[in-house]
């Protein structure tokens, strides 16, 4: 019996594995019984103090493993709420992606919409400005056609009044005596004498007629005398020209071509020309019906327009020089008259 008890502990003993006390420390021998029995009682010590060590070292190594396992346990525990925070995040970013699309998505619909109205809108706008150029054609072909009516008219009326005198200044109630055309008579015996015993002058009607130029003036109604030919109106106001002052009973009256109210715009707009080249000398006359004439460098020049005379400044440096002022202060008039309308 006490053998086999011996050899049981010795079984035991050899499931013990020897753990080194250090580094140098010799590796775990399997001790036999035979082996334990021939110990002597130091080397019984040393093999405790050995097993001693080792267990010292297994509890450490035990400890170490268990402070691991919480350390990892820790650090799971924290990847697994990790692992939530970013399911979370990814939640969430899954749902702002989709309401960023939904919001894209309306923004599109509301640009392609935008878009379409602003198409509709363009369209409108072409159409209106084509039909804003086609009445601004339609309006300038009515001006047009209104400039040349009126001077159709203007013509018409020229020739019909073109054997007319105008007499201004006779005060209304002097012709109650001898009427109108004895009053014209005694006009061309007081200035003159010569033209009064001219049989062929004969004055076919005679009236006055409204100062339609200036109806706020008190000037007395103009006298409109109608003579049977253009040669005579003509050769009495040469007459008036030559003689500068014409009188009726001592008091001064004009004597002036009848013309229509357009004509006499005309010949009005070319005044301020003709008084700057009558200063300078350059013989300036205002021919029928409203035509500028004047001498330069010894050659007479006629012009229609005042768009045709700055054409022939332009090309005289020194007609250029006496006429500038007085063209520049008509073009800013014109100017201002446009801005007007």
């Known amino acids: 019996m006490p053998n086999n008890k011996r050899k049981n ?12 006390s250090d580094e140098k420390d010799t590796p775990i021998q399997d001790y036999e019984d035979d082996d334990i ?10 093999l405790i103090r050995t097993l001693r060590s080792s267990q010292k070292q297994i509890l450490e190594l035990q400890k170490s493993l ?9 650090e799971n ?33 509301t640009i392609e919409s935008l878009t379409n109205r602003m198409g509709e809108a363009e369209e409108r706008i072409s159409d209106l400005e084509d039909k804003k150029q086609e009445r601004i054609q339609s309006d300038q072909r009515k001006e047009e056609e209104i400039r ?32 109108l055309e004895g009053l014209f008579s005694e006009i061309l015996a007081e200035n ?5 015993k001219d049989r062929d002058i004969l004055v076919q009607e005679a009236h006055r007629t409204p100062n339609k130029h200036d109806q706020k003036r008190s000037s007395p109604q103009h006298v409109v005398i109608k003579l049977s030919t253009v040669k005579h109106k003509e050769k009495i106001l040469k007459c008036a020209r030559e003689k500068h002052q014409i009188t009726l009973r001592g008091s001064p009256i004009r004597l002036t071509a009848d013309f229509s109210s357009e004509t006499l715009q005309a010949r009005r707009e070319w005044r301020d020309i003709a008084q700057v080249l009558r200063e300078k000398n350059c ?3 205002i021919l029928y019906p409203a035509k500028l004439s004047f001498v330069n460098e010894g050659e007479i020049q006629t012009f229609h327009s005042k768009q045709k005379l700055k054409e022939f400044v332009a090309t005289r440096p020194t007609l250029q020089k006496i006429l500038k002022d007085v063209l520049h202060t008509e073009t800013k008039k014109h100017g201002h008259q446009y ?3």
């Open 77 to 109: 525990e924290i990847l697994r709420r990790n692992q939530n925070e970013t399911k979370q995040l990814v939640q969430q970013e899954t749902v702002i992606v989709t309401e960023a699309k939904n919001s894209i998505d309306q923004m599109k619909n």
């Open 283 to 285: 013989q300036p006359k």
């Open 192 to 196: 003159f004498p010569g033209l009064e």
């Open 339 to 341: 801005e007007r309308r």
């Open 148 to 179: 040349n009516l009126k001077h159709i008219v203007g013509n018409l009326q020229d020739t019909i009044k073109k054997p007319n005198i105008r007499v201004l200044g006779v005060p209304e109630g002097m012709e109650r005596e001898k009427g």
């Open 66 to 74: 268990m402070d691991k396992i919480e350390n990892l346990s820790r």
């Open 9 to 20: 502990q010795g079984n035991k003993n050899k499931e013990v594995t020897m753990m080194p």
């Open 37 to 46: 029995e021939e110990m002597q009682e130091a080397d019984l010590k040393k």
